[in-house]
């Protein structure tokens, strides 16, 4: 686990709230990802970052939005929540993007419950 | 569109039980298939990685096999353990390494 870290692990925050959240990789990976997990469906790309270029995002509403200042790190920030956004938000990361062979690496993730 | 499926959902084998977790995915064009291990209230943990020029990928007791013809992918467990019991996710990608989960299979494993 300590190779992808989350920050913090759970949140609990009303409609009206603001909130970011952090993910940090010690790999040396050139790619990182953000997924949501939401009960009972299937794990879903967000965005991807390579090289801290943002080159998916996989129709996210506008109310989410990321950063990625480096190849290290992975922000995601909120706002005006809705009650369907509370899931468990995975980040990831990888050596590279477009080459299809590489392994990704989970963070344990970020528990997030809208009120 | 890729669509990635698993079969069953959930499933409860005595320890010691061979078994075999199966996934089907409906784009013959993927590029990879990877099986990951997700223990409860943590992230994802990769098992194995199966490139479309291969048939199988070993490592100790896990087993996967992908036959793109049929679109389908099994992820073999011997010789189970209590220590196995979590949600297993089979995954498919594209060239570009977008990831296409299915739903999961969540296993049991008594002892």
């Known amino acids: 686990e300590t190779g992808v870290t989350q920050t913090p692990r759970h949140l609990v925050m009303g409609m009206t709230n603001k909130k970011s959240w952090k993910c940090e990789q010690h790999l040396g990976h050139n790619a990182m990802y953000w997924y949501k997990q939401s009960a009972k469906k299937p794990l879903e790309l967000m965005f991807v970052?390579?090289?801290?270029?943002?080159?998916e995002n996989n129709s996210v509403p506008s109310r989410f939005s990321p950063e990625c200042p480096n190849s290290s790190h992975l922000f995601l920030h909120l706002h005006t929540l809705q009650p369907e956004d509370s899931a468990l938000y995975l980040c990831?990361?990888?050596?590279?993007?477009?080459?299809?062979?590489?392994?990704?690496?989970f963070g344990p993730g970020t528990r997030l419950t809208v009120l | 569109k890729q669509e990635v499926t698993q079969i069953p959902a959930a499933l409860s084998v005595p320890e010691g039980e061979n078994l075999v977790l199966n996934c089907s995915f409906t784009d013959s064009a993927i590029y990879n298939l990877q099986w990951f291990r997700q223990d409860p209230g943590k992230g994802l943990t990769s098992l194995l990685l199966i490139q479309s020029s291969q048939r199988e990928q070993t490592s100790g007791r896990l087993n996967a096999s992908l036959d793109k013809s049929s679109g389908r992918s099994t992820l073999y467990i011997a010789a189970s353990q209590p220590g196995d019991s979590a949600t297993y996710l089979c995954a498919g990608s594209s060239n570009t390494g977008k990831l296409i989960f299915g739903q999961g299979t969540t296993l049991q494993v008594k002892p």
């Open positions: 970052y390579n090289f801290k270029e943002q080159t």
């Open positions: 990831a990361s990888s050596q590279g993007y477009e080459r299809g062979t590489d392994t990704q690496y």
